[in-house]
């Protein structure tokens, strides 16, 4: 298993930007898809973007195409999540996660790994 944790939440202001940052520990980064999750207060979680293990594939959920950027450095054991031009509906917890099968997914059974998550507030 490998361990996660999230950083950069927060409140920013409607059109703003964040940075949410995942570092890794455990076994070998290189050998996970990462993915990124959120769920709001009384929602399911959803899927928000994954990249595979070498970066060369991403996918995102459609709402946040062309805002949102996932990116990994695998030499830091870490992933990012840049999201700019934030919304109000982009308020949620954040949450990054492992998957150790080969190839990209967006459905979080199959993710084995998760993090604590990182709040994300955005304000109108």
């Known amino acids: 298993q490998v361990q996660l944790v999230e950083s950069g939440g927060g409140l920013v202001q409607a059109g703003g930007s964040l940075r949410l940052s995942c570092a890794a520990s455990?076994?070998?980064?290189?050998?996970?898809?990462m993915g990124w999750f959120r769920q709001a207060p009384g929602k399911e979680r959803e899927f928000v973007a994954v990249?595979?293990?070498?970066?060369?594939?991403?996918y995102y959920k459609d709402s946040v195409k062309g805002r949102f950027t996932i990116s990994r450095d695998n030499a830091k054991n870490t992933v990012y999540l840049q999201m700019n031009s934030l919304k109000p509906e982009d308020t949620a917890d954040y949450y990054c996660?492992?998957?150790?099968?080969?190839?990209?997914?967006?459905?979080?059974?199959?993710?084995?790994?998760w993090g604590q998550g990182t709040q994300v507030t955005v304000s109108s």
């Open positions: 990249i595979s293990r070498s970066g060369g594939s991403k």
């Open positions: 996660a492992a998957r150790s099968n080969p190839g990209v997914a967006d459905r979080r059974e199959d993710f084995g790994s």
């Open positions: 455990g076994r070998t980064f290189s050998s996970y898809a």
